[in-house]
């Protein structure tokens, strides 16, 4: 075989490879969601400031004596007496030797 007769082959070489590739985003105006934050954490601290308020514990709320007059009837129940026999003799055991 001569040069000629071989065929050719033509060997691409590949993009060298890229072990670490670091991405910076950055805002235009630097904001960087500060205020969602903070508007999370004033909802929060409203949320509970209403639940003390609002469950006595702040003086949101003041104690009531509630006192109400209801005409019940009179229901007279008899006196209940129950006599019992007093106990006989208490039975044997039963032998288990097998006299």
Do not use: C, H, W
């Not at 490879?17 to 950055?26: N, Q, Y």
């Not at 909802?43 to 006595?56: C, D, E, N, Q």
């Not at 009531?64 to 209801?70: A, D, I, P």
């Amino acid at each position: 075989m001569s040069d000629p007769d071989r065929e050719k082959v033509v060997v691409e070489e590949s993009p060298p490879r890229i072990e670490r590739e670091t991405t910076i985003v950055t805002s235009g105006d630097g904001g960087g969601g500060g205020g969602a934050i903070v508007a999370v954490l004033v909802v929060l601290v409203v949320a509970v400031l209403l639940f003390l308020y609002f469950g006595g514990f702040l003086g949101g709320r003041e104690k009531t004596e509630l006192n109400v007059n209801v005409d019940v009837p009179k229901v007279e129940v008899p006196d209940v007496q129950v006599n019992l026999p007093p106990p006989s003799q208490p039975s044997q055991p039963a032998n288990t030797s097998g006299n």
